[in-house]
């Protein structure tokens, strides 16, 4: 298939192209700069010049392609809203341009059922409208199924992690270096699913090859790993003390990352592996905090 991926040179992106072309698909990435362009092309897909915020290329890119991975998303945290609205409008786009062909639209999407109760892929997306988290993108993009065209949720975990890793993980790691301190928030009883960069690539192309339409994938290689843990192993890698936060202190530790790190978040990936025969080969997040995949300098080995 010739495939049209927004996000292609980002962190999951840049691990999903190699993964398609290695299986045959040819490849399109949208690029929004030269050096965007620059990393598709080294990765042996085509550059496609534009940007989330320029509709009529991503239109153009949905329209040249047998199907649509859609990747890219705003991690604008102090404008959330607006890059939930940005990416209604990226699903509408690619959605209107795919109606009636009976072609394929793939997206991220989260993992978010209600705290401390197991999300499967059985349970609908909690959010809806144009003013929900990302958009009420989910739901909206299921919508388009009743219009010819293949949506599939991609719910990846909270942290999807690996050697080079910016994310949320991440950003934790950078607050204990800036604090002194790896901290958790209360008892550290908060839990993350996480999956590995490599596994998670795999799934997308397991699912653009074999998830049927409104198909739910769930990018779950841990179904939840309790945030003390996660503080305790950042602690150790990165030679720091680790601590207990006061919830009502959480803010002021760590910023707008702090809700989230101390929300309890587990899901499951059970249907997930027997429906795509997937099995989560990659370290696990403490592995890979533990080989320096979130030290200032990275272990070798």
């Keep these: 298939m010739r495939v049209f991926v927004t996000g292609a040179s980002g962190w999951i992106g840049s691990a999903v192209v190699p993964e398609l072309i290695e299986a045959g698909h040819e490849v399109i990435g949208l690029a929004r700069s030269g050096a965007s362009a620059e990393r598709i092309r080294a990765a042996g897909a085509q550059p496609h010049p534009g940007s989330l915020d320029d509709l009529e290329s991503i239109r153009s890119g949905a329209a040249a392609a047998d199907a649509v991975i859609h990747l890219g998303f705003k991690h604008d945290f102090d404008r959330f809203a607006e890059s939930g609205r940005t990416e209604r409008a990226v699903v509408q786009a690619i959605g209107d341009e795919l109606a009636g062909s009976g072609r394929a639209l793939l997206f991220a999407s989260g993992l978010a059922g209600s ?37 599939v949720a991609l719910r990846f975990s909270p942290t999807v992690h690996g050697m080079g890793d910016h994310g949320f993980t991440a950003q934790l790691a950078r607050i204990a270096r800036e604090r002194g301190v790896a901290a958790w928030i209360g008892d550290g009883s908060s839990r993350w699913p996480a999956v590995h960069r490599s596994d998670a690539a795999r799934l997308v192309r397991l699912a653009l090859e074999q998830a049927p339409a409104r198909g739910i994938v769930h990018a779950v290689g841990e179904e939840g790993i309790p945030s003390r843990a996660i503080a305790e192993a950042l602690g150790a890698a990165l030679e720091l003390p680790s ?53 200032p300098v990275p272990v070798a080995g």
């Design 115 to 151: 705290p401390g109760v197991l999300f499967t892929e059985n349970d609908p997306s909690p959010f809806s409208g144009p003013d929900a988290p990302r958009g009420g993108g989910e739901n909206f993009a299921f919508e388009y199924a009743d219009r010819g065209v293949r949506p």
């Design 243 to 295: 601590a207990s936060i006061a919830p009502e202190d959480a803010e002021s530790h760590f910023g707008w990352i702090g809700a989230f790190f101390g929300m309890d978040i587990v899901a499951s990936g059970a249907l997930t592996r027997e429906r795509f025969g997937w099995t989560p080969t990659g370290p696990t997040l403490l592995e890979d905090i533990a080989a320096g995949a979130y030290s």
